[in-house]
């Protein structure tokens, strides 16, 4: 019946169009045909996935138009929750045959209108394919289908000593992340989804299974062949459907600390950045927040940091790092004439001690920038609130002015522009009378300035629009991207060609077109649109 109504508004005015190229001019022989067609598509549909797992409620298929984002809602024509990528081939065949669109659908949560049903469609949403499968503990690896989120993976690994890391904020898909290539707090030291992606299975435009590292496979490096994996990865569901992705675990860091850290100026902050991985330091993460953005969160989480400039810090170790740590922090403390009952101590304070010395040089150089004495988070609890408080940034903005919406930028740039680049944007806010607090991963040159915006006033819609443009702009001619990490979506679709230039942009297209002829893969999204 859905797939009927779908087919109904796209192909009854090309077969009425054919019946009148052959004189058949009988509104009857129209409707016959169609309908004959329609209901050997009905039976095809019930034999795949079954009426339980199709939707056509215009509130399901809102909720599947839109992400997190300013885009404005674009619902598909009807949602299917496939249950195997057995049912996934098997709908895309049909829809290709038909050229119908299909947008794929993870958990909604993505910020560039990636899920927005342009050209209506088929909305593949995969939520039921949330199974974890082929751990494999000692190759540090696990497999998983795209209805796991980045959470429900962790938690099933909790007992294993193993991670994966890769934590944009909100409770993403992870194959929604590599559809987009995301990223995170954590990526400073343990990289981005394209670093951690290991091998993949996609059901391309026309119902084929590929296996992007060769099926079953999942080896720590390869050089065999093109790298077809980070093909997919960032794709943004305009390649294929990830159906599979195979991920890089890490041990379970035996030793965490937190801390904040507050500054004068941006500058200060921004140059103890990049001292900071100069010298080397195996920070974990390092995270910036400016004056406003601090104050949001202060209220949004109930905080008590001084509204400046500040830092997020996050370092991870071992057991025995931190013991040969404390040794040279004990012969130090004998060194200065501390008593043996101080030492003692020392040693008993294990946790506290071994991170005095682990970021002893990461204090001395924000002091040196004028930075504040670091406020400690050692306990799970106290580090916990503190992270989260970070990921909440987002929705600590929107309660700076109830009833807007945000719009997030993404840009990035080399670090030694970093500095220029956030007080160039800060008074470029200021000027222009628009409210954005910053964030950012700041240890790989990204940040966020979340744009708070009435949708209901044009003449502000204008100012952002005009303003996101030109950060975007003063990016790339920093040598940086138009984004980081959310991918391009609607939204930065020129900017995608001015960052790349022409024929880079040919190239992704015959790729597109390669892949994808007919253009029903997610149409409209990274590339300039084109007919169907």
Request: aromatic share 6%.
């Amino acid at each position: 019946m859905g797939l009927s109504l779908i087919l109904s508004r796209r192909l009854l005015p090309r077969w009425h169009g054919l019946l009148q190229c052959c004189n058949i001019k009988s509104e009857n022989s129209t409707r016959r045909l169609w309908m004959s067609t329609c209901t050997r598509c009905d039976v095809l549909q019930r034999s795949i996935c079954g009426e339980d797992s199709i939707s056509l409620g215009e509130a399901v298929r809102e909720q599947h138009g839109k992400d997190e984002s300013v885009h404005r809602c674009c619902p598909p024509d009807m949602v299917v929750f496939p249950r195997c990528v057995e049912e996934v081939s098997a709908l895309a065949k049909v829809c290709h045959r038909h050229r119908l669109p299909i947008i794929p659908f993870g958990t909604g949560t993505g910020l560039e209108g990636g899920v927005s049903a342009m050209k209506g469609g088929v909305c593949f949403s995969l939520r039921n394919m949330d199974q974890i499968l082929d751990l494999h503990q000692e190759d540090f690896d696990v497999t998983v289908e795209p209805g796991v989120t980045r959470k429900a993976l962790n938690a099933y690994l909790r007992d294993t000593g193993l991670w994966f890391p890769v934590d944009p904020g909100a409770d993403a898909s992870l194959c929604g992340m590599a559809a987009t290539s995301a990223s995170g707090t954590n990526a400073v030291r343990y990289g981005t989804m394209r670093e951690n992606v290991i091998n993949l299975e996609v059901v391309l435009a026309d119902g084929t299974i590929i296996y992007t590292a060769g099926k079953g496979r999942h080896p720590r490096k390869t050089s065999a062949g093109y790298n077809l994996t980070n093909l997919f990865v960032g794709s943004e569901g305009t390649l294929g459907i990830i159906t599979k992705t195979t991920l890089r675990l890490f041990g379970i860091p035996e030793a965490m600390v937190s801390a904040v850290c507050s500054f004068p100026s941006v500058q200060d902050a921004i140059d103890s950045t990049v001292q900071i991985l100069q010298a080397g330091v195996p920070i974990a993460r390092i995270e910036f927040l400016d004056d406003v953005m601090i104050d949001a969160c202060n209220r949004f989480s109930c905080l008590s940091y001084p509204v400046r400039p500040t830092l997020f810090l996050e370092f991870h170790g071992s057991e025995q790092s931190l013991e040969e740590q404390v040794n040279r922090t004990v012969t130090a403390s004998s060194l200065l004439g501390i008593s043996l009952e101080a030492e003692n101590e020392l040693e008993n304070s294990l946790w506290t001690i071994s991170w005095s010395m682990n970021v002893s040089t990461t204090e001395d150089i924000t002091q040196s920038n004028r930075g504040s004495d670091f406020q400690w988070a050692q306990d799970a609890e106290t580090r916990n609130r503190l992270w989260k408080a970070r990921h909440d940034a987002w929705y600590a903005a929107l309660a700076l002015r109830p009833g807007c919406k945000a719009y997030a930028t993404d840009v990035c740039v080399p670090l030694s522009r970093l500095s220029q680049i956030i007080v160039e944007t800060k008074e470029d806010m200021i000027e222009n009378r628009l409210t954005g607090p910053i964030a950012g991963h700041v240890g790989d040159g990204n940040f966020h300035c979340l744009i708070l915006v009435d949708p209901n006033d044009p003449e502000e819609l204008h100012r952002v629009h005009l303003f996101t443009e030109r950060l975007a702009r003063l990016a790339l001619a920093m040598d940086g991207t138009c984004t980081g990490e959310h991918g391009v979506g609607l939204g930065k679709r020129a900017l995608l060609c001015e960052e790349m230039g022409p024929m880079t942009i040919q190239v992704m297209q015959g790729l597109k077109d390669t892949l994808d002829p007919n253009n029903v893969m997610n149409p409209g999204k990274i590339l300039e649109p084109r007919e169907l």
